[in-house]
Protein backbone atom coordinates (compact mmCIF):
# COMPACT_ATOMS: atom_id res chain seq x y z
CA UNK A 1 0.00 0.00 0.00
CA UNK A 2 2.85 2.41 0.47
CA UNK A 3 2.93 3.50 -3.06
CA UNK A 4 -0.81 3.44 -4.06
CA UNK A 5 -1.31 6.48 -5.74
CA UNK A 6 -4.15 7.87 -8.14
CA UNK A 7 -2.61 9.07 -11.17
CA UNK A 8 -4.37 9.92 -14.31
CA UNK A 9 -3.67 10.72 -18.08
CA UNK A 10 -4.81 13.21 -20.63
CA UNK A 11 -4.22 11.43 -24.16
CA UNK A 12 -5.05 14.45 -25.80
CA UNK A 13 -2.67 16.59 -24.00
CA UNK A 14 -0.30 14.22 -23.17
CA UNK A 15 -0.41 15.44 -19.43
CA UNK A 16 -0.22 13.61 -16.41
CA UNK A 17 -1.69 14.62 -12.91
CA UNK A 18 -1.31 12.99 -9.49
CA UNK A 19 -3.84 13.09 -6.98
CA UNK A 20 -3.58 13.86 -3.49
CA UNK A 21 -3.24 10.51 -1.20
CA UNK A 22 -6.56 9.43 0.67
CA UNK A 23 -5.12 7.70 3.66
CA UNK A 24 -1.43 7.57 4.92
CA UNK A 25 1.01 4.62 3.62
CA UNK A 26 1.00 2.67 7.43
CA UNK A 27 -2.75 2.33 7.40
CA UNK A 28 -4.09 -1.04 6.06
CA UNK A 29 -6.56 -1.11 3.40
CA UNK A 30 -7.83 -1.83 0.32
CA UNK A 31 -8.66 0.45 -2.95
CA UNK A 32 -10.17 0.54 -5.95
CA UNK A 33 -10.90 3.36 -8.55
CA UNK A 34 -14.36 3.07 -10.41
CA UNK A 35 -16.30 5.13 -12.81
CA UNK A 36 -19.40 5.63 -11.74
CA UNK A 37 -21.61 7.78 -14.02
CA UNK A 38 -19.23 9.70 -14.73
CA UNK A 39 -18.34 10.41 -11.54
CA UNK A 40 -14.83 9.16 -10.36
CA UNK A 41 -14.64 7.23 -7.26
CA UNK A 42 -12.69 5.69 -5.26
CA UNK A 43 -13.47 2.87 -2.72
CA UNK A 44 -11.92 1.94 0.67
CA UNK A 45 -11.94 -1.25 2.41
CA UNK A 46 -9.91 0.47 5.94
CA UNK A 47 -9.24 -1.35 9.01
CA UNK A 48 -8.13 0.80 12.25
CA UNK A 49 -8.58 0.07 15.83
CA UNK A 50 -10.18 -3.07 15.60
CA UNK A 51 -12.63 -2.00 13.14
CA UNK A 52 -13.32 -2.07 9.51
CA UNK A 53 -15.38 -0.01 7.00
CA UNK A 54 -15.96 0.19 3.53
CA UNK A 55 -15.88 4.67 2.12
CA UNK A 56 -16.31 5.53 -0.94
CA UNK A 57 -14.57 8.78 -2.05
CA UNK A 58 -15.33 11.00 -4.80
CA UNK A 59 -12.69 13.85 -6.33
CA UNK A 60 -13.81 17.53 -6.47
CA UNK A 61 -11.86 18.75 -9.67
CA UNK A 62 -12.34 22.69 -8.04
CA UNK A 63 -10.59 22.03 -5.16
CA UNK A 64 -8.60 19.00 -6.06
CA UNK A 65 -9.34 16.93 -3.15
CA UNK A 66 -10.79 13.97 -2.03
CA UNK A 67 -14.19 14.54 0.09
CA UNK A 68 -16.07 11.43 1.78
CA UNK A 69 -19.79 10.62 0.50
CA UNK A 70 -20.77 7.34 1.51
CA UNK A 71 -19.64 5.59 4.22
CA UNK A 72 -20.82 1.58 5.20
CA UNK A 73 -22.16 1.73 8.85
CA UNK A 74 -19.84 -0.04 11.06
CA UNK A 75 -22.31 -2.56 11.43
CA UNK A 76 -22.30 -3.69 7.85
CA UNK A 77 -18.83 -3.91 7.73
CA UNK A 78 -17.53 -5.06 11.14
CA UNK A 79 -17.34 -8.65 9.62
CA UNK A 80 -14.52 -7.89 7.38
CA UNK A 81 -12.08 -6.69 9.99
CA UNK A 82 -9.33 -8.88 10.03
CA UNK A 83 -9.91 -10.70 7.05
CA UNK A 84 -7.14 -9.36 4.90
CA UNK A 85 -9.70 -8.57 1.89
CA UNK A 86 -8.76 -6.61 -1.33
CA UNK A 87 -11.58 -5.21 -3.22
CA UNK A 88 -12.50 -5.02 -6.90
CA UNK A 89 -15.17 -3.21 -8.22
CA UNK A 90 -17.28 -2.19 -11.16
CA UNK A 91 -20.01 0.92 -11.58
CA UNK A 92 -23.24 1.57 -13.63
CA UNK A 93 -25.24 4.25 -13.22
CA UNK A 94 -25.64 5.13 -9.85
CA UNK A 95 -24.32 1.88 -9.01
CA UNK A 96 -21.06 -0.04 -7.31
CA UNK A 97 -20.87 -2.93 -7.24
CA UNK A 98 -18.13 -4.13 -4.77
CA UNK A 99 -16.13 -7.38 -4.71
CA UNK A 100 -14.59 -8.38 -1.50
CA UNK A 101 -12.02 -11.46 -1.42
CA UNK A 102 -9.46 -13.03 0.79
CA UNK A 103 -8.86 -16.67 2.04
CA UNK A 104 -11.50 -15.93 4.61
CA UNK A 105 -14.28 -14.18 2.71
CA UNK A 106 -16.00 -13.93 -0.33
CA UNK A 107 -18.98 -11.12 -0.36
CA UNK A 108 -20.56 -8.74 -2.74
CA UNK A 109 -21.71 -5.39 -2.32
CA UNK A 110 -24.41 -3.71 -4.18
CA UNK A 111 -24.32 0.07 -3.40
CA UNK A 112 -26.39 2.90 -4.83
CA UNK A 113 -25.05 5.87 -4.67
CA UNK A 114 -27.62 8.26 -5.17
CA UNK A 115 -30.02 6.52 -2.26
CA UNK A 116 -26.83 5.58 -0.19
CA UNK A 117 -28.50 2.32 0.04
CA UNK A 118 -26.81 -1.33 0.24
CA UNK A 119 -27.39 -4.76 0.05
CA UNK A 120 -24.63 -7.52 0.12
CA UNK A 121 -25.93 -10.28 -3.07
CA UNK A 122 -27.05 -13.58 -1.87
CA UNK A 123 -23.79 -15.94 -1.48
CA UNK A 124 -23.60 -18.73 -4.03
CA UNK A 125 -22.48 -22.02 -2.85
CA UNK A 126 -20.84 -22.85 -6.48
CA UNK A 127 -18.41 -20.21 -5.89
CA UNK A 128 -16.43 -20.47 -2.92
CA UNK A 129 -12.97 -18.61 -3.43
CA UNK A 130 -13.10 -15.90 -6.29
CA UNK A 131 -15.41 -12.89 -5.96
CA UNK A 132 -14.36 -10.27 -8.53
CA UNK A 133 -16.34 -7.40 -9.93
CA UNK A 134 -17.35 -7.33 -13.77
CA UNK A 135 -19.25 -5.15 -16.09
CA UNK A 136 -23.09 -5.48 -15.72
Known amino acids: NKGDKVVSCNMQKG ?3 EFPRLLPSNSEYSIDLVDCGGRMLVVILHEWMESATIRIWELHDTKSEW ?3 LA ?3 EKSQDYFGKKADINCVGYDNLVMICLSSRRL ?3 ILWNIENNSCRELPRSKKVKKVASAFPF
Open 15 to 17: LWN
Open 67 to 69: VQV
Open 72 to 74: LPP
Open 106 to 108: YRV
